[in-house]
């Protein structure tokens, strides 16, 4: 097994303003818009983009939440592992309002269908866009792709794609494994 | 990702320390699902559920209902008389009529110990147990412990008394197991005839003086007395009952502390309970309601992950 770096640190910087940059170009204020970060892994990049849009552009009013779709999953009972849940959090209606959904790979593009049924629960939005860290390309399943990207990696089935979070791993970084 | 260790529930007794850990993280999932704005979810879209209940029940088969269809299975349910059916091949015939309509788990309410346990050595589907006898009633002791949980933040070192009609009461013994198996002290009370023979064997303590036992205890459960399995008299009047162990407010005031009340219901107003203190501050008897279904969801939800 062998890694490579896709992402270096001050990359991950450098994307994560130019991702709030446009983030802020096209919602402004953020009164209509809630950010959602898809659990478990989509969290990070959501407080993150939150953190930088609050600090360093003086947004003040963000609603942050998040999202599990482990009950929403069509891969239920299908390679016969019970699917644990994580914690959602979303203490605000999302009625009329801008979703956006923020996860930090985008590959087949399951759980953001998921996630496109999940969030209904929580009202019925204006809009819903996509923000990924990375998109895959040339491995969809289904007709979905994000808004805004971070960086698009071609990568083949059997090779992986490890985002590393200074929170969670200790370090900023976005690994190929193979 | 974990499992339970059993392919049915039965009781409690066939449960393990890990398998109500992730009952009560699974439940506290669903907990959060039942309070939104839509309260569904669709992962068990492809399971069919039959409710077999040969004894009369509302709440319970109500919970097993709702939690059924919030996760999205469909559901099938089948009341028999009690008088209708007999223990042994009719049972097993009778839920394998059912099962030939391809259904996937069954969820049984039967007067008869144990019958639970049969039909899992004869029958393919997971099977749950919503009260066999006066044998258990693992999903109520379940939801108890969670709602123990909820409002003290463990059930490890919490002390708990079970009043009331001990000897016929499946909530009773499975309570037993479940609050002993997560390291609370359970103390039983109520008159001497309602109370088992051997109870102490389960590592509980006895006491027949009520207000000594809400002295000791963090949490009382308050039962109710069944006489709908009573055939000889076990206490002289109802009355002299309410009075010796029937739960009051200048009871509960009269003590130094505050505890918590619980009660699996139906509850019988002014009998071991009187309203002002099941409706008081003090009382999460309908937070035991609500969590009912929460638990319920869990357990279907981590079987179903078993079904092929």
Redesign the interface.
Known sequence: MSQKVLLSEKEIHIILHRLACQLLERHLDFSETVLIGLQPRGIFLAQRLSQILKKDYQVSNISLGFLDITFFRDDFRRDGKTLTANKTQIDFLVDNKNVVLIDDVLYTGRSIRAALTAIQSFGRPKEIELLTLIDRRFSRHLPIQPNYRGRQVDVIMEEKVKVCWKEQEGEDRVYLIN | ????SVPHLLGIKYLNKKDIQLIFE?A??FK??IN?????????R?ITIANIFFENSTRTKLSFELAEKR?SADVLNFSAAQSSVKKGETLIDTVNNILSMKVDMVVMRHPDPGAGVLLSKHIKASIINAGDGAHEHPTQALLDSYSIREKLGDVGGKKVVIVGDILHSRVALSNIYALKLQGAEVKVCGPKTLLPKYIESLGVGVETNLKKALEWCDVANMLRVQNERMDISYFPSTREYTQLYGLNKPLLDSLNKEIVIMHPGPINRGVEITSEVADSEQSIILNQVENGVAVRMAVI??L?????
């Open positions: 990702m974990s499992q339970l699974t506290d999932h959060e699902v939104r704005p839509i309260k569904k979810v669709p992962s068990l492809d996760l939800y981590l179903a992950s078993n079904i092929k």
